[in-house]
């Protein structure tokens, strides 16, 4: 089973991506919150994809996701009675993750009904079937993100970022240069060797 894809995008719409990874093109379906991710690239810059494989009898379908929270509440929705990959891809274009999550654990039935696509029904079904589920999920994956960095590597993770790099690449480039450097070093050269440490990852 495919679980991850980086290359280059040939072409991008807000539900599908087709993706060339070493020559081969991949076609995967995307929420409207990865496609602005993929937006956001940089013409010629690589792109990378958390992927959920679903096979059926007559087709072999790629789902693609910008972060592996995305992937996971995904793949929790698909497991609801009555709710395929398709739709699935639907309600996370209709509402972030988290956001999702926290309307799941706080059964907010008028809330979940304002996605598009998705009847009262269904967002009961949704809250029956992962009400304690997504409160767990939600509390796991917020402690799972990194703290915010601050002072001097703050300031060079908004640098980097602006630059076009990836969030968690500059965090680490940043992090990485101002313990090497010394808090106390001067700004410009921090930055350049957090530029030398992104050239070599």
Do not use: C
């Not at 589920?133 to 993100?145: F, H, I, S, V, Y």
């Amino acid at each position: 089973m495919i679980g991850f894809l980086r290359g280059r995008v040939l072409q991008s719409s807000p539900d599908h991506v087709l993706l060339d990874v070493a020559g081969v093109g991949y076609s995967v379906h995307i929420p409207v919150s990865t496609y602005s991710a993929i937006e956001r690239a940089r013409p010629g810059d690589a792109v990378e994809l958390f992927i959920r494989t679903h096979v059926r009898e007559d087709a072999l379908d790629l789902y693609g996701f910008a972060t592996e929270p995305e992937r996971r509440v995904f793949e929790a929705l698909i497991g609801v009675s009555g709710i395929g990959p398709r739709l699935a891809q639907v309600i996370l274009s209709g509402m972030v993750w988290d956001d999702l999550l926290g309307a799941l654990s706080g059964a907010d039935i008028a809330r979940l009904t304002r996605i598009p696509g998705v009847g009262k029904k269904t967002s009961e079904r949704m809250v029956v079937e992962l009400r304690d589920a997504a409160a767990r999920m939600l509390q796991e994956l917020r402690r799972d993100r990194a703290p915010a960095p601050a002072g001097p590597a703050a300031d060079l993770v908004s640098a980097l970022v602006n630059l076009g790099y990836r969030q968690g690449d500059a965090e680490k480039a940043a992090a990485g240069a101002v313990q090497e450097a010394g808090a106390g070093a001067p700004f410009p050269d921090i930055l350049r060797l957090s530029l030398k440490k992104l050239s070599r990852a």
